[in-house]
């Protein structure tokens, strides 16, 4: 492992431009009116259905339950998940 030695003012001046970069990052976000979004992975949308990964996977796949890929990790929205479920709602009416 190689070891790299910096001046304390050189760190501060990297880290003082990296925050400065994240401060127009979030202004830009914030300006382009999309709203952040939490996406779930497929062991998270397991625990919230009380299913298991072959049943999510064949929800995926059947079209039911909507999702994306980013290289081999599989994304769902959680407002997905939720209609999921909703649509299986049953109603006790007395």
């Not at 001046?13 to 202004?27: A, G, N, P, V």
């Not at 299913?51 to 064949?58: D, I």
């Not at 079209?63 to 109603?91: C, R």
């Amino acid at each position: 492992m190689e070891m790299l030695i910096i001046e304390k003012q050189a760190l501060e001046e990297l880290i003082y431009r990296f925050e400065l970069l994240k401060t127009k990052f979030d202004s830009l976000y914030a300006n382009s009116g999309i709203a952040p979004q939490k996406w779930l992975d497929t062991e998270q949308v397991c625990f919230r259905l009380s299913a298991c990964k072959r049943t999510v996977h064949s929800l995926r796949d059947s079209g039911i339950l909507p999702y994306t890929k980013i290289g081999a990790k599989v994304f769902f929205k959680p407002e997905d998940v939720e209609k999921l479920l909703l649509i299986g709602y049953q109603s006790i009416t007395n």
